[in-house]
């Protein structure tokens, strides 16, 4: 839980402090990897806190405060995937009930309500969430989750939280926000009026591409009482020595999300001028639709640039395979720079949807590599792969 001891800390100091005592046995200032299953109890009931890891586990309980306080919640939650996350929000429903969807969700999200819970009695509606008249006229009596991505998946697109937190509200419904682009040293949906804040931390909170895991962050008890619950009787739990990844990359978050901000910008700034692209989405850019709202919401824009290359698909396929920094790699937030076409990647379950991604778009996860060096590679790759798409069409 949330530790009132905290609150007076600037962010950068409780990611590396909140949650992290030194450890009171040994004096080890990082928190131990608790590698166990279970716990001694001095007689039936009598223990100090912990009965089973799959309930709790003194590292996750470390990485969950730490969470809560850096998402300024009251608590929070943690799990084994992003997914595993969501579903656990997912099971606060029940059949018949209705969840307003972004136009622009990430694929798995899609995924999990199209096809695991549509068929159990869920119903779901896509719409534009960057207008809060839309989701109003959206709304159904059933409607109990607003679920909304800002920067979205993969286009970019940017909700005004604290409108959609009144919309929802209004309806009776609850407004989930996914921060995964954002993280939360950009962005603190809480404070805006959502009621629960989802991330998948194997991106920028973990932030080194070597662990999988995600998070819910909240302020009502009520919920939190549910949702632990769900979370121990389902059972996608991290292990420990992810939870000890996660604490180790939330040390560092701040500092990493500064050099991804400026390396986006730079990135969004030298695409525009490339007559290889022909549109680039990155809040950060004055002129992008989403950039008001953005920069009332969000401290910085963050790594993540998506732009479609000029000759669509076979363009677009051949500049990702072209760039030699830029991994071609699904995920993102990692101090390593990626490159993905998310209509054949990460999207590709949106097929037969309608809200299928533009087959020339592609997704950079700009990384804190030197800028200079990922600005070259981009060059090369863009020259490389628009020359040759438009060879094989001449
Ligand atoms: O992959 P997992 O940790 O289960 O998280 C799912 C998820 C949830 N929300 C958003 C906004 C996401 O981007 C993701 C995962 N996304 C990718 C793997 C990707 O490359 O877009």
């Given at each position: 839980m949330?530790?009132?001891?905290?609150?007076?800390?600037?962010?950068?100091?409780?990611?590396?402090?909140?949650g992290q005592?030194?450890?009171?046995?040994?004096?080890?200032?990082?928190v131990p990897i608790y590698q166990t299953s279970?716990?001694?109890?001095?007689?039936?009931?009598?223990?100090?806190g912990y009965?089973y890891s799959r309930t709790g586990n003194p590292t996750r309980a470390a990485l969950e405060t730490a969470l809560a306080?850096?998402?300024?919640?009251?608590?929070g939650l943690a799990y084994a995937?992003?997914?595993?996350?969501?579903?656990?929000?997912?099971?606060?429903?029940?059949?018949?009930?209705?969840?307003?969807?972004?136009?622009?969700?990430?694929?798995?999200?899609?995924?999990?309500?199209?096809?695991?819970?549509?068929?159990?009695?869920?119903?779901?509606?896509?719409?534009?969430?960057?207008?809060?008249?839309?989701?109003?006229?959206?709304?159904?009596?059933?409607?109990?989750?607003?679920?909304?991505?800002?920067?979205?998946?993969?286009?970019?697109?940017?909700?005004?939280?604290?409108?959609?937190?009144?919309?929802?509200?209004?309806?009776?419904?609850?407004?989930?926000?996914?921060?995964?682009?954002?993280?939360?040293?950009?962005?603190?949906?809480?404070?805006?009026?959502?009621?629960?804040?989802?991330?998948?931390t194997?991106?920028?909170?973990?932030?080194?591409?070597?662990v999988?895991g995600g998070a819910?962050?909240?302020?009502?008890?009520?919920?939190?009482?549910?949702?632990a619950?769900?979370q121990n009787?389902?059972g996608a739990v991290p292990g420990p020595q992810d939870c000890f990844l996660l604490l180790?990359?939330?040390?560092?978050?701040?500092?990493?999300?500064?050099?991804?901000?400026?390396?986006?910008?730079?990135?969004?700034?030298?695409?525009?001028?490339?007559?290889?692209?022909?549109?680039?989405?990155?809040?950060?850019?004055?002129?992008?639709?989403?950039?008001?709202?953005?920069?009332?919401?969000?401290?910085?824009?963050?790594?993540?640039?998506?732009?479609?290359?000029?000759?669509?698909?076979?363009?677009?396929?051949?500049?990702?395979?072209?760039?030699?920094?830029?991994?071609?790699?699904?995920?993102?937030?990692?101090?390593?720079?990626?490159?993905?076409?998310?209509?054949?990647?990460?999207?590709?379950?949106?097929?037969?949807?309608?809200?299928?991604?533009?087959?020339?778009?592609?997704?950079?996860?700009?990384?804190?590599?030197?800028?200079?060096?990922?600005?070259?590679?981009?060059?090369?790759?863009?020259?490389?792969?628009?020359?040759?798409?438009?060879?094989?069409?001449?």
């Amino acid at each position: 839980m949330h530790d009132d001891r905290e609150p007076q800390y600037q962010f950068e100091t409780r990611a590396i402090h909140a949650g992290q005592e030194p450890d009171p046995e040994t004096g080890a200032v990082i928190v131990p990897i608790y590698q166990t299953s279970t716990y001694r109890q001095e007689a039936v009931g009598v223990h100090k806190g912990y009965e089973y890891s799959r309930t709790g586990n003194p590292t996750r309980a470390a990485l969950e405060t730490a969470l809560a306080s850096l998402e300024g919640g009251a608590w929070g939650l943690a799990y084994a995937s992003g997914l595993a996350a969501t579903a656990n929000v997912m099971y606060l429903l029940r059949p018949g009930d209705h969840v307003l969807l972004s136009d622009d969700a990430y694929g798995g999200t899609y995924r999990l309500v199209d096809k695991v819970l549509q068929p159990w009695g869920l119903t779901y509606t896509q719409v534009d969430l960057t207008d809060p008249a839309r989701v109003r006229e959206a709304l159904k009596p059933e409607t109990k989750l607003v679920w909304v991505e800002t920067p979205t998946n993969p286009y970019l697109k940017i909700a005004p939280i604290a409108e959609l937190a009144e919309v929802a509200h209004g309806g009776g419904a609850r407004l989930v926000v996914d921060n995964t682009f954002a993280s939360p040293y950009l962005q603190q949906p809480l404070a805006h009026g959502a009621d629960i804040v989802l991330h998948s931390t194997t991106k920028y909170i973990g932030g080194h591409s070597d662990v999988v895991g995600g998070a819910l962050v909240g302020n009502d008890p009520a919920v939190r009482e549910i949702l632990a619950f769900h979370q121990n009787a389902v059972g996608a739990v991290p292990g420990p020595q992810d939870c000890f990844l996660l604490l180790r990359g939330l040390k560092t978050l701040a500092v990493r999300m500064e050099r991804h901000s400026a390396n986006g910008r730079a990135v969004a700034e030298f695409l525009r001028g490339q007559d290889a692209v022909e549109r680039v989405y990155y809040p950060g850019l004055p002129d992008d639709p989403g950039h008001a709202v953005a920069a009332r919401q969000m401290r910085d824009f963050a790594g993540m640039v998506s732009f479609t290359a000029r000759g669509g698909l076979e363009a677009a396929k051949r500049v990702v395979a072209s760039t030699k920094l830029f991994f071609l790699a699904e995920s993102l937030g990692g101090v390593e720079s990626l490159i993905e076409h998310p209509g054949l990647m990460t999207h590709a379950s949106l097929a037969g949807s309608g809200f299928e991604i533009d087959p020339g778009l592609i997704r950079l996860s700009v990384g804190i590599e030197h800028v200079d060096d990922l600005i070259a590679d981009l060059r090369q790759a863009l020259t490389a792969g628009v020359l040759e798409a438009a060879a094989i069409r001449d």
